[in-house]
């Protein structure tokens, strides 16, 4: 299983972002798909995710500035960002809990990042 994130570049703040990420290979079902951030010298941080039946949770931090979308058919998963803060720049990592076969646990896969700058 692969996933690829694009998407990131450089936002002057309050503009917006659009991030999209695809899953590819071999597997069963796809539950959760979603976005962590880390920020230089911080830890990895939940920004949003959204689960198979359309729920979706976000981080405080993004919520009312953030949504998440997810096409199944597609496997893929997007990250809209409105009203850039500096504080939003990260790498952008997308993730998917992924059920390699029938009645078998769901491992964790993650993409290569995303690095998103918000600067003037």
């Known amino acids: 299983v692969q996933l690829q994130a694009s998407g990131g570049g450089l936002v002057q703040p309050g503009g917006s972002l659009r991030l999209s990420c695809a899953a590819s290979g071999s597997f069963y079902s796809i539950s959760a798909m979603g976005w962590y951030r880390q920020a230089p010298g911080k830890q990895r941080e939940f920004v949003a995710t959204t689960i198979t039946g359309g729920g979706a949770n976000y981080a405080d931090s993004v919520k009312g500035r953030a949504t998440i979308s997810r096409d199944n058919a597609k496997n893929t998963v997007t990250l809209q960002m409105n009203t850039l803060k500096p504080e939003d720049t990260a790498v952008y990592y997308c993730?998917?809990?992924?059920?390699?076969?029938?009645?078998?646990?769901?491992?964790?896969?993650w993409g290569q990042g995303t690095l998103v700058t918000v600067s003037s």
């Open positions: 993730y998917a809990d992924v059920q390699g076969g029938r009645g078998l646990v769901p491992v964790d896969y």
